[in-house]
């Protein structure tokens, strides 16, 4: 824009130029003017109509003054196109709350000078998202993840971790950050091949108090889960998953984001980049979690469910 | 000594007798934001297990959202409830909730919190527009206990994130996601005696609230037998077995009975109207 806008300068006379220059200068400036929040809206983009995205945009708009516009892509990009377009009709959009990849991803292609807050984009650091952009990552960081399990499990003072080439490198080494920090003995086993884990598995148990899965395609198979499960749990060893769903299918416990409280946080990092353009736009691990504690598999590993325990756990399974 | 003789023999021809106590409608409700919304159904098994070995006829209620308890008392209110001291001030449960037991935990009947801050914060005043984590209820963004609401009323301009759990707080202002976080000291000195390295650069910067525990209250739906019934039964829960599990799930050592001045009625908030006789 701005090198064409130099040439139509150039051809003019002085008297011509005098009117014009300040008439484009006015109109370029429309293209950058803040939309007065009184008229403003946020659009929250969702890829899908998955029910986990309810909870974190009903926070959203609790935690925003601006009106809002839900928008659903339903898995298209080319329905994605056409409704946002529409909805920017107006140019009356604050801000862009995006929930899953496709949706942010699309939003910041569509407009990249609009302000971005994401979440439950997998592996966010894949993309690219420039400009103001920031969001809430879906991983929780090892750190916090091993202070959690130390508060839980104050005696489980030996970790497991069977890993392969897929377990990222700078997760790894934050595992291994942490559990220095924590006074945690982390014993690795490493794997290549699915087959391996049954026998990565029997060098450590009696090594281990307590044996961590992070996400490793490698590692996480259905066999591997069972065999784990039920190896941990005739070892008394703590097994430690990512999900609910591993919890209630018989490991002990599993820390996860909370979703709702994303949305709240996204909001409010959402609020930050708009208001102040020199805010540090980066990502942020999330703030809630949810603990989900398997009861029946507590009582055969020994880990007495105390108030302490419990009073962190959100969901606890299986009978006490 | 008399009176207390009496007491005495009218709880025990209340609860350990042949025949259960008998409190007809007599309804419990629990209600509190700490409590791990997950294992109420915990609790519930708990408590009941407790109440029958006791042979005490009471219809236990554990809620996990305010909306829900909200709704219940509405539509009849309870005999006795379980409830935080900020709740019982702001909400609209009965005519008069007079508070006849309290939980102890190693000798305390109350917990304090504060708003913990990062190291580059060194007072409230520095948060201005940063954000500050807190646990609280996941709607009625303008309830919560009065420090919450007094620092809310002071600073406007600071986003409060509410979060699950009080550990959900504590980590954010530990590893830098918030500028600083309401925080129950209890949680912070769990998470002191594990990593001391990371609350070592927290500090105290204010808004700080002692806070009794939940305590048991009486609505003037509870009869005085009800009552003279449930305080002896809570006050002997140490005795048994099954209320040992009971105050354990609930975090506590015992219960013991409330009198005199600290018995007296709260106050009805403001603006509170009751429908007719409530009994």
């Known amino acids: ?320 | 000594m008399r009176r207390a003789f009496f007491i005495f023999a009218a709880a025990l021809s209340l609860a350990g007798t042949a025949s259960p106590a008998h409190a007809a409608d007599a309804r419990l409700f629990y209600y509190s934001p700490q409590f791990g919304p997950g294992n109420l159904s915990g609790l519930t098994e708990a408590v009941e297990e407790f109440f029958d070995d006791a042979r005490v006829d009471i219809h236990f209620q554990a809620f996990a959202r305010l909306e829900d308890l909200r709704r219940e008392v509405a539509a009849a209110p309870p005999a006795f409830l379980i409830a935080p001291h900020w709740l019982v001030q702001t909400e609209c449960i009965d005519r008069a909730l007079r508070p006849i037991a309290q939980p102890r935990r190693g000798g305390a009947t109350s917990g304090r919190r504060a708003l913990m801050a990062g190291p580059s914060v060194r007072n409230a005043e520095q948060i201005v527009g940063g954000s500050v984590a807190a646990a609280l209820p996941a709607t009625a963004s303008d309830h919560g206990e009065t420090s919450i609401r007094k620092f809310r009323a002071d600073h406007p301009g600071v986003k409060i994130i509410p979060v699950p759990k009080d550990i959900d707080a504590l980590l954010a202002v530990g590893f830098g996601q918030v500028d600083a976080a309401f925080v129950s000291l209890a949680q912070f000195e769990m998470l002191e005696r594990i990593n001391p390295k990371l609350t070592a650069s927290l500090r105290e910067i204010g808004y700080s609230q002692e806070s009794p525990f939940p305590r048991l209250y009486a609505t003037t739906r509870a009869s005085d037998d009800e009552v003279v019934a449930v305080v002896s039964t809570l006050t002997g829960a140490r005795g048994r077995g099954t209320g040992r599990r009971m105050l354990a799930t609930l975090g506590y050592d015992e219960a013991t009975a409330l009198e005199g001045a600290a018995a007296r009625a709260i106050p009805t908030p403001p603006g509170c109207r009751f429908d007719g006789d409530n009994r």
């Open chain 1, 1 to 320: 824009m701005r090198p064409s806008a130099f040439v139509c300068v150039s051809r003019f006379r002085d008297g011509l130029t005098r009117s014009f220059v300040p008439v484009l200068v006015f109109g370029l400036s429309l293209l950058a003017v803040r939309v007065p929040a009184a008229d403003a809206k946020i659009l929250v983009v969702k890829s899908d109509s998955l029910p986990q995205y309810a909870a974190p945009i009903r926070a959203f708009r609790e935690a925003t003054d601006d009106e809002i516009e839900i928008i659903d892509l339903q898995g298209s990009r080319e329905r994605g196109k056409r409704l946002l377009r529409s909805a920017a009709a107006d140019n009356k959009i604050r801000g862009i709350f995006a929930l899953g990849t496709q949706a942010a991803y699309l939003s910041k292609q569509l407009f990249p000078n609009i302000p971005l807050s994401f979440a439950m984009v997998l592996n966010w650091e894949q993309y690219d998202f420039p400009g103001a952009s920031t969001g809430v990552a879906v991983e929780i960081p090892v750190d916090v993840l091993f202070t959690r399990f130390r508060l839980l499990l104050p005696n489980a003072t030996r970790i497991g971790l069977i890993h392969s080439q897929r377990l990222s490198e700078q997760r790894l080494a934050a595992a291994r950050e942490a559990a220095r920090t924590l006074g945690i003995t982390l014993v690795e086993e490493n794997v290549r091949f699915p087959d391996d884990v049954p026998g990565a598995y029997r060098r450590i148990r009696s090594a281990i108090d307590a044996l961590w899965m992070p996400t490793d395609p490698v590692v996480v198979t259905r066999d591997n889960f069972r065999y784990l499960s039920q190896r941990c749990a005739r070892d008394r060893v703590a097994f430690l998953a990512f999900s609910e769903n591993f919890v209630r299918a018989g490991a002990l416990l599993s820390i996860s984001p909370d979703y709702a409280t994303m949305g709240s946080q996204a909001a409010v990092l959402l609020e930050r980049i708009i208001s102040t353009p020199d805010a540090p736009a980066d990502v942020q691990a999330p703030l809630g979690s949810s603990l989900v504690i398997n009861a029946d598999v507590a009582k055969q590993v020994d880990v007495d469910l105390d108030a302490a325990i419990l009073g962190m756990a959100d969901v606890v399974v299986g009978e006490k």
